[in-house]
Structure formats: C-alpha cells, structure tokens
C-alpha cells in the first residue's frame, strides 16, 4: 500500500534544519561524549600529567586527517598535563622540502612532528631514540597504555635495524579495492577478486564519461609507488630484498608493473599519467571512475555524502589476488616523533604518548582517523564514520600487508633515491613510453647504484 | 688648504662608506656568501642525512654530472624549452608591439590588458591552468569537444607536456617582451620610418628594414632576461608536472631540486647549481657578443 505522504512548505523547511542541525552537531555530542570518557581514561593512568606543567610544545605535521584529528584533542591535553601545544600544518610538498632543512640546521622547533622517512630521519639523527623514555615508569605506565591493543603491523614499523624505536604509528591504512556498486550491477558484474577479473571488469566498465579504473600514477615518489607497489607485493615481487639490493628487474615485479601499467593505460582515464591520490578519490568520488584501488582512509570521504556522489554506492573489499601468490596489499603507518635537538622531549614524549593511548585514540577515532589502536577501530563512533564494511576490508588488508617488504623500500635511509626512479618506470609504462621490463630494468640500474654511492 | 680639502675628501669618503655599508654587507651576506658556500659544497659530499661528515670530494660531484645521462637529458629539455618558449614569445611580442604601437593612442586600456598576465601571481596563474588542462573537467578539452577535436591529455601525455609548459610560460611572459619593445618603440624618432613610407616602402619592409633593426638593443635586453628566466623556470613546471610524465619535462633546475630537496645530497645538488650558472653566463655572453645586438652605439 503506497501512501503519498505531503509536507508543506515551512514543514520542509523546518526538516531539513532539523537534518541539518542534527548532522552539525551529533559528531559534536559524540566527540563530547567520547571526551569525558577518554578524561576518565587518563585518570586511569599512573603518570605524573602535570609533571611539566607550564611548558609549551610546538607540533609540525603535514594538512592530513591526523592533524586535523589532534587539533580538538590538544584543549584537553593542556587542561589534564598543564602543557600548552601549538600545532603548526603546512602541505605535504611544503612540510618534506621544508623539514630537511630545517632538521639539518638543528632547530630545536618543532618538539613533535609527523614523520615521512623514517629512514632518512633515523640516519641523519633528526628523530630521538624512544626506548628511554618508555622505560621511564615517571612518564610510561606500560599497563594503561597496552601496546597490543596496536595492531602488529604498527608496533612493527617504528622499529629499526638497531632495535630501537624512533617513533610513533600514528595511523594505519592498507591498499583497499573500491568499486561502485550500481556500475557493476548495470553491467551484470561482481567485485573482482583476481588480478585478471580486476582487469576485464575495468575494460568493461570503461566509456567514454566513466573510466574503469583510476589510480596513482604521477611521476612522483609519493604517487604511484605506494599502489604499484601492492601490485608487486602480490605477484610476488619485492623493491628492496633482504640483501639490500634492488630487485624491481625480477619477472615478479615487471608483472606487477605491467598489470597496473595495463590497468590503467587500457582503462583508466584519460590523463592518468598525471594521477596522485587526490585525483583518484576525486574520480572515484564523483563517479568518473568505476574502480579505485588506493588507501583504506579514502573510506571516510568516500562513504561521506557531502563530499562524494557515491555514498551509497562504495563498496570496499581485498586487493584482487594474482595467481597463486598471497595477495599483499601495500600497507602504511604514519609516523611521529621527537625531534632530536628538542628542549622538551619528556613532555614531547608525553605528548605523544597520550595521543596514541587508548582514550587518546579513540577521541581522534571518533573524527573518523583510522588510528593504529584495535580498540578504537571496534569503537562505535569510528564504524559510524567510516563504515562497518570499509573498515572490515581495511581490516582484512591490513594483516595481509608485509611490514618487512614494506619497510625495506619506504624507510630505507635513501628511500627517496629509490622510490624516484621506480615512480619514473611506473609513470612510463601507464603513459606508453616504455614496456615495464625495459622501464624498470634502468630503474634498478639507477636504484643500486644510488644503494651503493 | 690642499691638506685642508684632502681631510675634507677624506671625510666624505669615510661618510659614504659608512652609508653605503649596511646595505653592502646585506647583498654580500645574501648573494656572496651563500654562492661561496655552494662552490665550496659542490667539491664535497655533504649530505643532509650526515650532516657531521663532509668529506672533501674534489671534481668527483662535477665529474659524475657530466657524466650522467640524466644531466644532459635535463640540459636538452631546459635548451628546447628555453629556445622554443622565448622564441614564441619574441616573435609575438614583436608582432603585437609593432600592431598596437599606433593603436594604443586610441585605446591605452589595450596596452593594461596585453600587460595583465605579467601581473599575476605566477603560482596562482599555474594553478589556474592546471585546472584549464585538467583532461576531464578542463576547459580546453571542452573547447576542443566543441570544435570536433578528440581531447588530449595535455601535461600528462610525454608528446604534449612540454608543450604545454611552454603554453603557460608563453601566455604570462610574451607581456614581457611587448613592453620592453613598445617602450623602444615609443623611445625611437619616428623620422626614419617616415621617409621611408614617403620612399614607397609598404608598412612591413618599413617595419623590417627600418624599424626592427633601430630595435636590437631593446630586443637584446629583452631576449637576455627572458632566456636567464626561461632557463630558472622553476613553478610551471614543479606545479604542471613535477618533471612527468616519465622525465619529459624534468628540467635542470627540476634535477637540482630532486638532488637537492628530495634525496638531500647538496654537495652533488650543488654542483649542477653551479654548473647551470657558469652555462647561463657563458651563453649570456656568447648570444650578446655573437649577435652583437647590445651594440648600443647603432
């Protein structure tokens, strides 16, 4: 039985205030709500707070939904421990030209920072080792904190050869599959679950206003690496082997690369080459491409109707798998840590100890930042955020992802010398210029001579 | 008296000293001391990452550039952009400027609007065209659609990136070129041209026989900026495509970033630094003493 139901005019006025009113401020309540039980939380804590009471700490991260997340935490930081922080965001390509410079003149500003190369900040003695301070029972209640709540991949990616750690997982994100949902019904298609699938289902949800698939492909070391690099992962490949060689020439990894490089060159839109993950989610988001492939956090933009056109109509799921190989999602934890030649690096360690402990977690969690913290990911606020399934297949990924084979590239000490030619090898396949065996045989050329100067 | 005057030249030498050395220490401190600091890092292996152990490398940093393919692959993209983009922007500088030179009496307003480009922000007029060449959403491609023409991917596409740059760099500098010859224009008596119209000369062989020549000292200037800036051009291409697609636009100056900003090796960074200024004087230097345009006494 239909029945027509009418509203007036002032009826529907006063509708949509409501909705509004009720979307503006029910983040809030819950942020609210979720404060006062993180206030609880740290109560429980058996640590000095106010132990530099008066101090003031000057934080620099990137514009990045960890910073943003922090920023209505850190009022609360100041009223429990007294310690007053100033938060300083600046965009990516300002923050890494930016930070070098300013580590390499010993600035003792900022105390915490985010930290893009683990590897290039250990080595140049940028990042203060954190052992001490954890075994400090003044700043660290090893008890309350509960580090395996973190997820393993997490606890595993600060950790350097010489067994200290020098910094803080601050976010967990894996390589996840996206794919629109009604595209696929239209076209009597299901979610690909193997790299050919991937493949022929791209081709055939191509026209000529909607690509099949759109991912990274910028020549740029923080583009299309990170994507391709699951690829490569997954067809058994690696970048980096435990020799410290570089092995992007194995046929392994030139099938990785000619699976994306096809990928997107036969389906993915016109002008890819030019690809970061911005114009991937943009495509994605506004229904120009049927596929994604990309980090899990897209999940909170992607399933949020005021900032995407396929709210409703993501689906998020594993990185296809290829052949008989495990399927191995590239993986990746933000970083932080203190700065070396800071003043305060006992409050900068507090600081930071009570952004990534639980209660501090789930507050940022509640924003919808995908923390590095079980208990926070399970947290109602989070699944309201970021969706039940997208987090369930950001989940799965995760524990696929390799740390070791991860780390061997990204955080080397001359991670940029690497990640730079396979990003040109990358870029040259996707746009045509050369067949990825040619393409990545001089990148490793290039990378093991830059490994061995 | 001689010694009373010498006492008084003394004084006046010692007061301008005094006033001229703020400002001489200021310009040492900001452009000689850091260009010694470059030559003396680009014979070391300085490296942010260590930055405690410099050690003393000699020529090597200058030895291993030369030798590099990237280097001259950089140097051949730089030359094709510097000499394409500044030649496109001669010949419609000149050409404007020779077009509006009677016209802008009528309509000054004219000569604001060809000039406006210049006036903008080159990091706001490089965001903006990144946007116009966005190969879905952007403007070009839709005119293109509108005159039956397939898109293009523009900065994406290794056949059409540097052409592209050279678009931009094109759009906001040839504004450069007609000023300093309009200004020339204005400056020339106008005599010679007259008899020559009076002798029966159309206005193009009037223009390219009487007035062009009288222009080469403006032009020179002109053209010896415009190649110095060419030659730096840094923004565009970092905003356009960040030396992409593979390295088809990855310029000299692009290369001394990647060296420098991303892998961090300044000694090395520093030595292609140097190598691009001793490059930009010796040609500097060559164009005006081969073309001999800065002849100012013609």
């Known amino acids: 039985m239909n029945r027509e139901i009418r509203l007036s005019r002032r009826q529907l006025m006063a509708g949509a205030a409501a909705t509004a009113f009720g979307l503006a401020v029910a983040p809030r309540l819950s942020f609210a709500q979720t404060a006062e039980e993180a206030r609880a939380g740290f109560a429980g804590a058996d640590v000095d707070w106010m132990a530099f009471k008066g101090e003031s700490l000057t934080v620099e991260a990137m514009t990045h939904p960890w910073s943003a997340a922090i920023e209505p935490i850190l009022p609360l930081f100041t009223e429990i421990t007294g310690i007053s922080v100033k938060l300083n965001t600046q965009s990516e390509t300002e923050y890494t030209s930016q930070m070098p410079i300013k580590l390499g003149a010993k600035a003792a500003e900022p105390d915490v920072m985010m930290i893009h190369a683990l590897g290039q900040f250990v080595s140049a003695g940028w990042a203060e080792p954190l052992d001490a301070y954890y075994a400090d029972k003044a700043l660290f209640d090893a008890a309350w904190y509960d580090q395996d709540d973190i997820f393993a991949m997490a606890r595993d990616f600060p950790a350097q050869a010489d067994g200290q750690n020098y910094s803080m997982s601050i976010t967990a994100e894996a390589q996840t599959l996206f794919a629109n949902k009604a595209m696929l019904g239209e076209a009597g298609l299901a979610v690909p679950t193997t790299m050919d699938e991937l493949l022929a289902t791209a081709l055939k949800l191509k026209t000529d206003t909607v690509a099949g698939i759109a991912m990274r492909a910028k020549s740029d070391s923080s583009a299309g690496p990170w994507t391709c690099g699951g690829f490569v992962f997954s067809y058994g ?39 970061h993950w ?11 491409a049927a596929l994604g492939c990309d980090s899990s956090n897209f999940a909170t933009d992607i399933s949020n109707p005021e900032k995407s056109l396929v709210a409703a109509d993501a689906v998020y799921a594993a990185l296809p798998r290829a052949g008989e190989h495990p399927i191995k999602p590239n993986i990746w934890a933000w970083q932080a840590g203190i700065n070396a030649y800071s003043k305060k690096k006992k409050a900068a360690f507090l600081l930071l100890s009570f952004l990534n402990s639980g209660p501090g977690c789930l507050l940022s969690a509640a924003s919808g930042l995908a923390t590095v913290r079980n208990s926070a990911w399970k947290s109602e606020a989070f699944q309201k955020r970021f969706g039940a399934e997208a987090s369930a297949a950001a989940l799965l990924n995760l524990n696929s992802g390799d740390a070791r084979i991860f780390k061997a590239a990204w955080f080397h000490k001359k991670s940029s010398e690497i990640l730079d030619p396979f990003a040109v090898a990358i870029n040259q396949v996707v746009t045509g210029q050369a067949d990825a065996r040619a393409a990545l045989a001089a990148a490793t050329t290039k990378i093991n001579a830059a490994l061995k100067g | ?62 030895s291993d550039l030369l030798s590099s393919a990237d280097f001259w692959d950089a140097a051949r993209i730089t030359t ?16 404007i400027a020779a077009l509006l030179h009677h016209e802008v009496r ?14 903008i922000t080159p990091i706001a007029a490089t965001f903006t065209f990144r946007l116009m060449f966005n190969p879905t959403q952007g403007v070009l491609n839709h005119l293109l659609g509108l005159a039956g023409v397939s898109p293009s991917a523009w900065t994406a596409a290794p056949e059409t990136a540097l052409l592209s740059l050279i678009l931009v760099d094109v759009w906001q500098w040839t504004p450069f070129i007609l000023l300093i010859v309009m200004g020339g224009m204005a400056a020339l008596p106008p005599e010679p041209e007259e008899a020559s119209q009076m002798d029966g000369a159309g206005p193009f062989r009037t223009f390219f026989l009487v007035t062009l020549p009288r222009l080469k000292p403006y032009l020179a200037l002109a053209l010896l900026f415009r190649l110095i800036d060419a030659f730096k051009t840094f923004d565009i291409i970092f905003v356009l495509t960040g030396g992409g697609p593979g390295v088809a636009t990855r310029t000299l100056n692009l290369l001394a970033y990647k060296y420098g900003i991303e892998f961090l090796s300044m000694g090395y960074a520093s030595a292609l630094a140097i190598v691009m200024l001793v490059f930009t004087l010796v040609a500097g230097q060559v164009f005006l003493r081969r073309l001999g345009l800065f002849d100012l006494k013609d």
Do not use: H
């Open chain 1, 237 to 275: 490949g690696e970048i980096i082997d435990g020799e410290g060689r570089c092995v992007l020439d194995s046929d392994a990894a030139v099938a990785g690369v000619e699976m994306y490089g096809r990928l997107l060159r036969e389906a993915g839109p016109i002008g890819v080459g030019n690809y």
């Open chain 1, 278 to 288: 911005y114009e991937a989610l943009n495509d994605f988001s506004s229904g120009a």
């Open chain 2, 1 to 62: 008296m001689p010694l009373r005057q010498t006492t008084i030249q003394r004084a006046e030498r010692s007061f301008i000293l005094w006033m001229l050395a703020p400002a001489t220490i200021l310009m040492l401190s900001l452009t000689l001391v850091p260009f010694l600091v470059s030559v003396y890092l680009s014979f070391t292996d300085y490296s942010l990452t260590a930055p405690e152990t410099i050690n003393w490398v000699g020529l090597k940093n200058y």
């Open chain 2, 80 to 95: 094709i952009f510097t000499i394409v983009a500044v030649g496109i922007e001669t010949v419609l500088g000149v050409g």
């Open chain 2, 106 to 119: 009528q309509a000054p307003w004219l000569r604001v609007i060809y000039l406006l480009p210049m006036a």
